[in-house]
């Protein structure tokens, strides 16, 4: 992506700078956690986030209510707290919910007016309507926008057909004034192979905390006597319960698994689920129909997500698509050996520990991989205390540190540069 030469701090009076992030909410999603990953190592002496989010107007029975009346019927997100710790607003606007792309245009509109030039930066991660919000910001002072990509596939169905129709004018240059993509693969499905192959769109992966995730056996014990699964051997997975990740396969392959298995073997093994969503509901009732209640742990939302990596002793990711799931990052970090969709992006395959399939391989194909790699499992926890530092360093070499990605985004906001 061409270098820019502004220097937005200068042109602007407050310090620090303030800069916009806007989502759908900020819940314990992957995109939100890896900016407030991002928001924790800034810093804030020089850049301040504050953030833009929407709720349903029709909670309010208002067609088009303000950001106050949102905020009086808007329910606390996972995040408020922290936000407001760190020194940040939340403000909240409509929902775009298909049928009301004009007054949604409008309440955009207005709320950019209301707050004219309070930002210098405006970063959207809702791709489907970033073409509209983040024009609308710019024309209201912001010095620049960018639209940052963080999935390489949409939702099945006419959700998914709009929202690939609303992302066109990002395949435009000038669009927007920076074109971010969390990998190569998740560039092309939303800006185009030309914007990717003339240099248009920058690539940053998702960063963490990586020392967070180092392998910590004192940590694994605790929980492990505290969930009473001290001589389980834990299948994970995190992610939240979307069509994306692909739960109905994932749970179908461990059952495969446990038929392989008998006795007291099998009840030694759990597959441990980690994460909220629509389809939670059909997960608990195929686990039921199926007979392995006993084996499966929905453990919902983590707030030390980093502490249960500890507990696990192997990770699975089938995905249908992803755009650069920080996740299987998170768990290279912890140690794990992984087992992922090869429709992911190889960004991802940071060390040796990450092994691929395909979805369209039948669950006893990925049931049989698993046991291959579990039958003479070793000393785990010796082996992953051994590995723990090369493992990391290996990790933040290939760009995964959010304390060094900090101090590149802190340039761009206050520059328009992406130094390092």
Partial sequence: ???????????????????????????????????????????????????????????????????????????????????????????????FEGFNILSYKKAVDNFFKLHQNEWVFVQGHITSTCAIYLPIAKKYGAKAVASHVRSAGTDPGIKGLATKFLRIPLRKKGTVDYSIACSREAGIAVYGQQMMNEGNVKVIPNAINVERYSYNEEVRNKIRNDLD????????????????????????????????????????????LLGEGELMDASKAQVKELGIEEN???????????????????????????????????????GLKCLISDTITRDVDVTDLVERMSIEELPEKWADRIYEDIIHPGDIASDRKKSSTKLLNQIKEAGFDSKAQAKMMTNLYLKGRFDK
């Fill in 1 to 95: 992506m061409p270098e820019k030469t502004n220097n937005f701090a200068t042109e602007y009076c407050q310090k620090p700078v303030r800069v916009l992030q806007v989502f759908g909410r900020v819940g314990l999603g992957g995109a939100e956690s890896r900016i407030m990953d991002l928001y924790r190592n800034i810093d804030r002496s020089k850049v301040q986030f504050d953030f833009l989010v929407h709720h349903s107007a029709r909670a309010t029975g208002k067609k088009m209510p303000t950001s106050e009346e949102l905020m009086a019927v808007r329910e606390q997100e996972y995040f408020d707290e922290e936000i407001k710790s760190l020194g940040g607003n939340i403000y909240v606007i409509p929902r």
């Fill in 229 to 272: 699964i001290q001589d389980a051997f834990v299948i994970g997975h995190v992610g939240r319960f979307h069509y994306a990740k692909n739960h109905e396969f994932m749970i179908k392959v461990f059952k495969t698994l446990l038929d392989k298995l008998s006795g007291v073997e099998r009840g030694r093994y759990r597959l441990m």
């Fill in 296 to 334: 499966v742990m929905f453990m919902n939302n983590k707030s030390n997500i980093y502490d249960y990596y500890q507990v696990m002793d192997y990770f699975l990711f089938p995905s249908r698509y992803e755009g650069l799931p920080g996740t299987v990052v998170e768990a290279q970090a912890a």
